[in-house]
């Protein structure tokens, strides 16, 4: 069976911090597996009888002390998921199916919830290993990535600073003392200490009265525009450019035969409901991913071209805007992360804002938890800047990670095709 090896960095300055490894064996059918405490010894669920049915194996992975690194072995394994959590350990249960139940951070009663955690996700099969830092449902422990390939060349993302926690939390604090939106009830804390910050998904789903109504103002301006003039959208793929304008309440795409109604808050930060539910149209469902991204970084009213007529300068310049994304990606050591679903669009010829590293000849995936890259990491990026992966690619919806070949396709989307494949 093949093999990858994983090096598991503890930065965190704690002695107790335990790795979790969770996702699909591709070479079993995709069967769920997991990732027993040696750190080389796949288990395989049964399909229990009841629900939240304990594990019959220990798979809390020790890494040492703060310093060390812990060198782990995976097989293949689509949907995967690299936790790690600091002066504890983390409970999964398994449901009928088998279904594994993780840790959630939008459900108080769950075990894990005051536990200090986070997760990176990662997919390698006979193409090539794509891992991505996320940051979508919430931001906790700093992890960075560095991938190393067979002929040497190596790939980062240097992740938040070892503080990124508490200057994320003080900069949402700032940001509601301007437009007391609710962005500091993002904050959870545990008797005082800050455990994460919550993206905004997160916080309706723990709270469905927060950020009511937060874009309405905005989605309306864009509504009147387009009324009077022509948006175009750039799938980055076939369909090439299709243009769209606002006829009896809906943004009309006539030559597809498809529309939007206006998309309500919550569709926004989900990416995933309402008007921007997935169609199984992949014509449409490219449209969506590049509408839900140009509402989230709030660049509709200043660009009429989609994703391509906006850059990176662009994006969060308008007072309604996904502020947790602006901030994640300000205070980031090389401003890369997945801070929503569709985070992997970008212009064609553009710059990554996703966070991702991949490559079709992996030698080792250096994963750090606790403090991004370190001091040397930002001399090196300031040396030799991050190399961005996605430069040069076209965009197209899709459930797999691009295959060597197919490389100048990374996929926007990949984010809500990964959760669809895996974890729900």
Known sequence: ????????????????????????????????????????????????????????????????????????????????????????????????????????????????????????????????????????????????????????????????????LGRICSALQQQNAQDQAGWDRLIVSN??????????????????????????SYVNQVWDKYSNKDLTVNTQGGAGNLEANVAQGKLDFTSQNFSY???????????SSGAFAVSGNGIKDAVTARLAAAFNRSTLLSNSQQPNGATVADYYQNPVTNHYSRICHEISLDHRGYAFPYDDVAPSNGEDQSGSVFDSNPKLLTVTVGGGGGTSSVQALANNPVRQENANTSHEVSSNPAPEGKKKKVFSGLKQAMRRLSHK
């Open 1 to 164: 069976m093949a093999t990858l090896d994983f090096a598991l960095k503890n930065e965190t300055g704690s002695d107790t911090v335990y790795a979790y490894i969770t996702g699909y064996a591709i070479d079993r059918n995709n069967a769920l597996v997991l990732i027993q405490a040696d750190g080389k010894t796949p288990y395989y669920p049964a399909s229990p009888s009841s629900t939240l049915t304990a594990l019959d194996q220990d798979c809390a992975i020790p890494l040492g002390p703060a310093g060390s690194t812990k060198t782990v072995s995976i097989p293949h394994i689509a949907g995967g998921r690299l936790w790690f959590v600091r002066d504890g350990k983390l409970t999964f249960y398994v449901n009928p199916g088998p279904a594994l139940v993780e840790p959630s951070s939008s459900n108080p009663s769950d075990p894990n919830y005051n536990l200090y955690w986070d997760f990176c996700e990662f997919t390698w099969n006979s193409f090539q290993l794509y891992a991505n830092i996320t940051l979508v449902d919430f931001v906790s422990l700093p992890i960075a990535l560095t991938l190393t390939t067979t002929s040497g060349a190596s790939h980062s993302v240097l992740g938040l600073p070892s503080d990124g």
């Open 191 to 216: 008797n005082g200490r800050q455990l994460r910050a919550v993206s905004p998904n997160t916080g309706i789903v723990l709270d469905n009265s927060l950020f009511k109504n937060y874009y309405d």
């Open 261 to 271: 109604d206006k998309p309500s808050t919550a569709d926004i930060f989900s990416n």
